[in-house]
């Protein structure tokens, strides 16, 4: 009986993306030392006021999941697994040049899969946008809606931290009113001299 109800309570979806080229940590990435894997799997667990991403990689009868790995290429696209932030969520690598800048992972593998311009992801499958000085530092998270007090004063202090360190990057934190997606994309194309493809 009590199977049974935890059956009832969690549904879960999952979306398959096949030929997948993993990186198992960074130097792996720099090296180009991939080790291909057959599908990525990501299942959407719909719980009682909760949702949550989970990876897994397969190759043969293996796999993988993202806390082990540092990041993977689909369709030539990089993704970072976001180990800073609670959920191990993929990331998409946006832009890499004074800063980096990454995007919701889920959204993103979503549109790839599609060919879709827009995709949606829920709260709790990562955040909306990311920042870090490299492909291999901390990532700072930069959304409105960030999960519970902790994490936004995380969040919040971290964003501080990177600002204090770095004064070189005034001109687009002075740029950013606020931190939803189209004013972060905004002021990194200002920045950065990015366009995004609209």
């Avoid at 398959?16 to 990435?29: L, P």
């Avoid at 889920?106 to 879709?116: I, T, Y």
């Avoid at 709790?124 to 990311?130: L, P, V, W």
């Avoid at 600002?163 to 994309?185: G, H, K, M, P, W």
Wanted: hydrophobic residues 35%; glycine residues 4%; proline residues 1%.
């Amino acid at each position: 009986m009590k199977y049974l109800l935890i059956l009832f309570f969690v549904l879960y979806s999952s979306v398959a993306f096949s030929q997948i080229e993993v990186y198992r940590t960074f130097q792996d990435f720099e090296n180009d030392n991939t080790e291909k894997f057959d599908d990525l799997n990501i299942y959407l667990f719909d719980k009682p006021e909760k949702q949550i991403d989970y990876y897994k990689f397969y190759k043969n009868r293996t796999e993988i999941k993202t806390k082990d790995i540092w990041g993977f290429k689909y369709k030539d696209v990089l993704f970072r697994i976001d180990h800073d932030n609670p959920g191990q969520n993929a990331v998409r690598v946006i832009v890499k040049n004074k800063l980096v800048y990454y995007e919701n992972g889920r959204a993103h593998l979503e549109m790839l899969e599609s060919g879709q311009s827009s995709a949606y992801y829920s709260q709790f499958a990562g955040y909306s946008a990311y920042i870090s000085l490299n492909l291999n530092s901390m990532m700072i998270v930069l959304d409105e809606n960030i999960h519970g007090l902790a994490g936004k004063k995380r969040a919040k202090k971290r964003v501080r931290n990177f600002q204090d360190e770095n004064s070189e990057y005034n001109a687009f934190f002075d740029c950013l009113t606020n931190y939803r997606i189209e004013t972060v994309r905004r002021c990194i194309s200002e920045f950065e001299g990015y366009e995004f493809n609209q």
